[in-house]
């Protein structure tokens, strides 16, 4: 009987060890995904995951008509071939507040489309010296049909659909970064 306690309890202690040890192994593992996800958070993306892009700061452009400031966002930066290729695609959430300048080398006739972009977005087509020249609104999230500049454009800029509509910004309205 005295022997059958024993290997109890030594069962007991041993159960105690390892769920000490997994506690040990697996706990740090469960607070870094969470401080992982509160940064997320703080930056203004949603982290869903690896696959999911996070949001960068990369610089600021600042909407304006007539000389007046209409609204302020952050912005990553495509301003190369891989950049510029994948713009927006796979983003599940963007708040207002941000958005992504695409720059090209020189201004002439550009064409984006939606394919793998889950959000509808407005895109602005902006020439050399930063005027709006055309906007496409609320475009059409995984469409491949392509929306023209319909001019020359060296700049373009992909936020939020109804971004435009919200805050008044217009086609001669200008950009600066």
């Not at 030594?10 to 401080?35: E, W």
């Not at 995951?49 to 304006?64: I, R």
């Amino acid at each position: 009987m005295r022997r059958n306690r024993q290997s109890l309890f030594a069962l007991i202690l041993l159960g105690i060890f390892v769920l000490a040890g997994i506690g040990y192994v697996v706990v740090p593992f469960l607070n870094d995904r969470k401080s992982g996800a509160e940064t997320s958070a703080s930056s203004g993306t949603a982290d869903t995951g690896s696959s999911t892009p996070v949001f960068t700061k990369e610089g600021e452009v600042v909407f304006m008509s007539g000389g007046a400031a209409i609204k302020k966002i952050d912005v990553e930066i495509a301003d190369n071939e891989a950049d510029r290729a994948k713009g927006l695609m796979y983003r599940s959430y963007m708040p207002d507040s941000v958005g992504m300048l695409f720059i090209f080398e020189q201004s002439e006739p550009q064409s984006f489309w939606m394919k793998n972009t889950i959000l509808p977005l407005d895109i602005l087509y902006v020439n050399e010296n930063k005027e709006i020249v055309y906007i496409h609104k609320n475009t059409t999230p995984y469409s491949e049909q392509g929306l023209p500049s319909y001019d020359n454009a060296q700049y373009v800029v992909e936020v939020n659909g109804g971004f435009t509509d919200r805050y008044g910004i217009k086609v001669g309205d200008s950009i600066t970064f």
